[in-house]
């Protein structure tokens, strides 16, 4: 296998005991980390590997976006109708974009926060995804777009009641053929089972995905108590709140992701931490809805797995993070707060959710784990630790560019330059469909 020896960057590995090595290097053998160590003391042994120069900048793992909806991409510069609330949101915005989509709008759709997500460090995505009018294929057309672009990715076909039976059977059958097809297979592609909120699906549908997800091996990945209207729904409907139900129905666990989870009372608190359920938190949507902040600090604290997603807004982690750390201090009116956890929703538990689901140890630099890694244009201009590594992250890797991405060993950006996509070519190829999704978009009601 050929080897790749990154040399004179600033290592920075969460999962590794020395945590910061200056002037460190890092030795990667096929899709695998061989060695990390100094350059001084990697450079003589690997005669033969392709030298790459992190000239003093910040050489990091890869990160992992834990929610993150590819197909929301055609939704930049549509005209919708106003909404003046979350449903309406969705009614309005969501649920008619889903529906106008065709299967090459879910490729394209894609490639563009593929292309987004290389340039900004993230080599994993886990994906929630809707196209009710062209399920069948739908995970698949994902796929390929992942496989193109060389991102580590999961996707879940949201199961929803709302599109009636014919994409309802489309949908729970997409899930469980694409998961019964990739799960096992290699490291790059996994399958979850997706529900779109407990608002939009029945007792009977849960019912039967929960089922359908345990018989293929399968986490289930669902919406949970985004808005408050949400739980209301549960309340009317089943006499209990969302997360209980999700619970009675067998939904939770350590496979299963809840994105949101912001109108959690204590006792759905406590069935998060019992079961180890993982709760996405998404603090940049959750501001452009005006929905609410998690209380992900209380939940953390709880002992319940809270990990960071982008639900669509961004693909860029980086950004998010810093985000999750300035919406706690707002909301809870303390500047003392949020400034570790905001970075190890993302670097760690993130990365340990997504080594279970990928089977390989991601979100480290250390020898035996995958090959995702970054090169950060943050050369340290204060001393970097261990102990003040949280910092670095918020106020120098936050707005410096990211040169190269490497996933599972293949460099998928160097020096600045993508190589797996053309975003002139994709451009065109979106520019070319979205007006058509635009005009579907605009005559369904
Ligand atoms: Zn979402």
């Known amino acids: 296998m050929s080897q790749t020896l990154i040399i004179h960057g600033t290592v920075v590995s969460p999962g590794n005991p020395d945590f910061v090595?200056?002037?460190?290097?890092?030795?990667?053998?096929?899709?695998?980390?061989?060695?990390?160590?100094?350059?001084?003391?990697?450079?003589?042994?690997?005669?033969?590997?392709?030298?790459?120069?992190?000239?003093?900048?910040?050489?990091?793992?890869?990160?992992?976006?834990?929610h993150m909806h590819l197909y929301s991409t055609f939704a930049c510069g549509l005209a919708g109708e106003p909404a003046i609330n979350f449903p309406e949101i969705l009614k309005k915005l969501w649920w008619k974009l889903?529906?106008?989509?065709?299967?090459?709008?879910?490729?394209?759709?894609?490639?563009?926060?593929?292309?987004?997500?290389?340039i900004s460090g993230t080599t994993t995505v886990i994906d929630h995804h809707a196209s009710p009018w062209a399920v069948k294929g739908s995970l698949r057309t994902l796929a390929n777009a992942a496989t193109a672009a060389g991102v580590r990715s999961s996707f879940c076909y949201e199961v929803s009641d709302r599109d009636g039976e014919e994409s309802l059977e489309a949908g729970l059958a997409e899930n469980a053929e694409f998961a019964g097809e990739v799960n096992g297979q290699g490291n790059m592609l996994r399958g979850m089972f997706g529900l779109h909120a407990s608002m939009t699906v029945s007792q009977p549908t849960l019912e039967r995905a929960v089922t359908m997800a345990k018989e293929v091996g399968a986490g289930i990945h669902v919406h949970a108590a985004e808005d408050i209207s949400d739980q209301e729904d549960s309340l009317s409907k089943y006499g209990k709140r969302v997360v209980q139900r999700y619970h009675d129905a067998g939904a939770l666990g350590p496979k299963t992701i809840l994105a949101h989870c912001i109108h959690v009372d204590a006792a759905e608190r406590t069935l998060l931490q019992e079961s180890g359920t993982f709760v996405a938190h998404n603090?940049?949507?959750?501001?452009?809805?005006?929905?609410?902040?998690?209380?992900?600090?209380?939940?953390?604290?709880?002992?319940?797995?809270?990990?960071?997603?982008?639900?669509?807004m961004t693909s860029n982690m980086i950004e998010e993070a810093r985000y999750a750390m300035l919406l706690q201090r707002q909301v809870k009116a303390d500047p003392t707060i949020a400034f570790g956890e905001a970075v190890d929703i993302l670097v760690r538990n993130n990365a340990a959710f997504a080594s279970e689901q990928f089977g390989t140890k991601l979100g480290t630099l250390e020898k035996g784990a995958a090959a995702d890694l970054i090169i950060v244009e943050h050369y340290p201009f204060t001393p970097i630790s261990a102990a003040n590594w949280y910092g670095h992250f918020l106020f120098g890797v936050h707005p410096s560019r990211v040169t190269h991405t490497m996933c599972n060993g293949r460099f998928l950006m160097a020096e600045g330059k993508v190589l797996t996509i053309s975003p002139e070519i994709v451009a065109a190829a979106a520019r070319k469909l979205s007006p058509l999704t635009w005009q579907r978009f605009t005559e369904i009601n």
């Open 98 to 118: 889903d529906r106008a989509l065709s299967l090459e709008d879910v490729y394209y759709s894609a490639m563009v926060p593929y292309y987004r997500a290389i």
């Open 283 to 312: 603090p940049e949507s959750n501001m452009n809805n005006a929905v609410g902040a998690a209380d992900i600090l209380g939940m953390l604290a709880q002992g319940i797995r809270v990990g960071l997603g982008t639900d669509g």
């Open 21 to 66: 090595i200056e002037d460190g290097a890092v030795c990667v053998d096929g899709t695998t980390i061989a060695e990390v160590g100094t350059t001084a003391d990697l450079l003589p042994r690997y005669p033969g590997a392709a030298v790459v120069n992190a000239a003093g900048r910040v050489v990091m793992p890869g990160m992992v976006n834990g």
